[in-house]
């Protein structure tokens, strides 16, 4: 099993959707990259602590590539909009990829390239090195399923991830 970390935005979309994958054993979001120990989503929020929203997933490579993943990634957020994500705005919010090998790094640079040309402005995505993830609280665990009338997640989420289903359908899980 291999570990992937991301940040696309708020952490409840990213999160909904890897949830869906196969070959996805475990996902959980919180936060990494920043310069205080233990934060709280308050903190995050207030963009003062350095970290990013991100979530971190456990997969077996045998049935879904790092590169699958990172074709996701780019499917659920925009990777040209800095530090931003739609109205959620703020250095948390960040496009970013904490990778954890240095062939997760070489695999996301070469993807950007790769994709770079189907962009219209030009991508942002942060390529970082993981440091300590630190849990989001439980509140924010599998927050989509748990909450789907919620007016963020039935405005915003839900229709991300009717588009992310429609392009990755033979790949996630029934």
């Known amino acids: 099993m291999l570990v992937a970390t ?6 409840w979309c990213i999160d909904a959707a890897f949830r869906r994958v196969k070959g996805v054993s475990h996902v959980e979001s919180g936060y990494m990259g ?7 989503y308050r903190a995050v929020c207030s963009g003062l602590t350095g970290h990013a929203e991100v979530v971190q997933i456990t ?9 699958t993943l990172l074709e996701m990634l780019f499917v659920l957020h925009d990777p040209t909009q800095l530090n931003r994500q739609g109205n959620d ?7 970013v990829v ?3 090998s240095n062939e997760q790094k070489s ?5 950007i390239e790769r994709v770079a040309p189907h962009f219209s402005e030009r991508i942002v995505t942060e390529v970082s090195e993981a440091g ?7 509140y924010h665990q599998d927050y989509y399923n748990l ?7 039935s405005v915003l989420i839900a229709p991300k991830l009717a588009k992310f289903s429609r392009h990755f359908a033979e790949l996630l899980n029934d």
């Open 6 to 11: 991301f940040g696309g935005g708020c952490f």
């Open 34 to 40: 920043g310069h205080i120990d233990n934060p709280t």
């Open 59 to 67: 997969f077996d490579e045998r049935i879904v590539s790092f590169e």
């Open 89 to 95: 705005v703020g250095t948390q919010y960040r496009s």
């Open 98 to 100: 904490f990778y954890h």
């Open 107 to 111: 695999q996301t640079l070469q993807f």
């Open 132 to 138: 300590v993830f630190y849990s989001a609280e439980t």
């Open 147 to 153: 909450n789907p009338e919620q007016g963020y997640c």
